[in-house]
């Protein structure tokens, strides 16, 4: 090999606080707090307190490859620990709090987290999980509230810390230490669809070149001309890298906290004149509501980036032609870290009406360079790019998963991993998803398992048979439909067997409606035929809807 001259670099997530540090010191990172007031301040601050925050993280004993967990909001001391923790060398692991406590207890004993950070709002989750759970809880050795004195809550967990003391008693003389680009950085964990939830480790390096690749012109379109309002949840996916991207480029950042309804949101888009913003779709349809119904405008806003779910039409219609604000529909997982494909017009698109650009729009969108992306038949052969073949959707890349946290590779020989989505692929290399592999239920950006609302459905002495499907919902995408079979000459009321499910599930899986039938449809071998049920429910709609 002729070796080349050039400097080999670790690339580190301590990195990109640095050089936001430096070279946008005076760049604002907003937030809006859990106890109530606006926060704001500037990137050196934040690298101030992120350094801080790595030397009150080893004196808590967290030393490199230990695992901290965050249960919180998007905020600024959320984003201090993406940067404090793993620039450390320690592993972050951002909790779904909407986790059913099981499998919260599952993640949290799975993932080995020694020190938990918490915000206020979720203290009663964490005292209700040590009091039934706790032996799932015994390798936590701290718990860090992210608040500071005055609104430390009195609380009956041991070895609480309050985040802005820890802050106070370190002079931030620190040195971020270069390691291996290669080492964990992150864990977040998929909500399982069956079975438990499965956790998925990011690197440095793939954080940092999925944070590169996703800001192109192609991509993102990150500048230092950006406000970004940060709406998709740090403990999803990263925030969708945008926590390491922003700050990378330059961006302001903007942090709802708690507060998601439509009027708070468009609160901070004003105030804070942001041009970009990121959720799933049932964040927006929220935000279009309180529009029309405010008569709000946004003047700042030029782009919104939706993914997570299919964008419905109206949607995109709506942001772009009445509030000219261009949509870019986004498709990827928490296996891809998670940008995979991003939708933007090529030049021949954009010369076509409005009307014929929808049929485009409409798809999940372009792979950004770092992330390929193929479909495949049942034999793994390779599929046209027709716009009408479709088949299982293949990702590999410089930021796609190889294996699950503690589990075989769950890729191919040639890198490739199936996604669990099927799509067709156009001649212009435009993406879209068809279907689901699974046949989970999508409700606000979050996962139902329709398996495990049947199984706890015919735990019903009353049932014999029972299938969940998703059906539209105006407000959440999709809401489960319980479909039940009961015992001969017994009486079941709808709400009984609900409040069956409830006790057993978390609040937001619990299916909107029953609907008793007589017998459930049966493929060939046995098997709950679903197509059939979606076909004979396809004009139902939820009572109110
Ligand atoms: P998660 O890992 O929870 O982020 O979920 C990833 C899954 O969400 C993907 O495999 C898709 O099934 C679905 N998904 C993400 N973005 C889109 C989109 N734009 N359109 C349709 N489905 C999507």
Known sequence: MFTSLMQQRPLMISSIIEFAERWYPDVEVVSRTTEGPIHRYTYKEMGQRCRKMALALSKLGVSQGDRVGTLAWNGYRHLELYYSVSGSGAV??????????????????????????????????????????????????????????????????????????????????????????????????????????????????????????????NGLGLSGNDSILLVVPQFHVNAWGVSYAGPMNGCKLVLPGPAMDGKSIHELLDLEQC?????????????????????????????????????????????????????????????????????????????????????????????????????????NNTLPHDGVAFGKLQARGHWVTSAYYGEEPCIDSDGWFDTGDVATIDKDGYMMITDRTKDVIKSGGEWISSIELENIAVGHPNIVEAAVIAIAHPKWDERPLLIAVTQPDTKLEKVELLDYVAERVAKWQIPDDVQFVDELPHGATGKLNKLKLREDFKDYKFPGT
């Not at 964490?126 to 509230?145: C, F, P, W």
């Open 92 to 217: 972050l692991h951002t909790i779904n709090p909407r986790l059913f406590a099981e499998q919260m207890a599952y993640v949290i004993d799975h993932a080995g987290d020694k020190v938990i950070f918490t915000d206020l709002t979720f203290i009663p989750i964490l005292e209700n999980l040590l009091e039934n759970l706790g032996e799932k809880l015994n390798k936590i050795e701290h718990i860090v509230v992210m608040t500071d004195r005055d609104n430390m809550p009195q609380s009956k967990l041991d070895n609480l810390h309050c985040y802005e003391d820890l802050l106070i008693a370190e002079s931030g003389d620190y040195q971020w230490p270069e390691f291996d680009e290669n080492a964990a950085s992150s864990i977040c964990y998929t909500s399982g669809t069956t079975g438990n939830p499965k956790g998925v480790v990011y690197s440095h390096r793939s954080t940092l070149i999925h944070a590169m690749g996703s800001s192109v012109p």
């Open 275 to 379: 041009s970009l913003s990121l959720a799933v779709p049932t964040i927006w349809m929220m935000l279009t509501a309180y529009l029309k119904e405010s008569g709000a405008q946004l003047p700042h806003m030029n782009r919104v980036v939706i993914g997570g779910s299919a964008v419905p039409e109206a949607m995109i219609r709506s942001f772009e032609q009445d509030y000219d604000v261009q949509v870019i529909h986004a498709w990827g997982m928490t296996e891809t870290s998670p940008l995979g494909t991003l939708n933007f017009l090529l030049p021949h698109l954009q010369e076509l009406d409005y009307e014929a650009q929808m049929e485009t729009k409409l798809k999940q969108g372009k792979t950004v360079f770092g992330i390929d992306i193929r479909i495949v038949d049942d034999k």
